[in-house]
């Protein structure tokens, strides 16, 4: 479950909000004047979060190896058309 909460509730109930993201495994989105700035989560999801986003930065970057020699019309074409076919194959489209 995701909280919203405004950066003032979330000072005045820090430790509330620590339990519930502790213990519950709940999320707590801190927003400021309305916006969203920050969000608070389980220790465990963030440490899946930044092994995730190590995978993900190797394989952008392996991506960008891979068409360093393509011009970027050219490459966003191939991209696209790639989708396209693959969303004309799946039964049930995009996830």
């Known amino acids: 479950m995701i ?3 405004s950066a003032v ?3 005045q109930n820090l430790g509330e909000m ?3 993201v502790q213990y519950r495994r709940d999320s707590v989105l801190i927003n400021k004047d309305g916006k969203p700035v920050a ?3 389980d220790a465990r999801l963030f440490e899946r979060i930044r092994r995730m986003q190590g995978r993900f ?3 952008c970057q392996r991506i960008e190896e891979g068409f360093s020699s393509v011009p970027e019309a050219e490459g966003m074409a191939e991209i696209d058309a790639a989708l396209a076919a693959e969303r004309r194959a799946s039964p ?3 996830a």
């Open 92 to 94: 049930s489209g995009p």
């Open 9 to 11: 509730s979330f000072r």
């Open 39 to 41: 969000a608070l989560i």
């Open 57 to 59: 930065d190797t394989l």
């Open 3 to 5: 909280t919203q909460t």
């Open 18 to 20: 620590l339990n519930q």
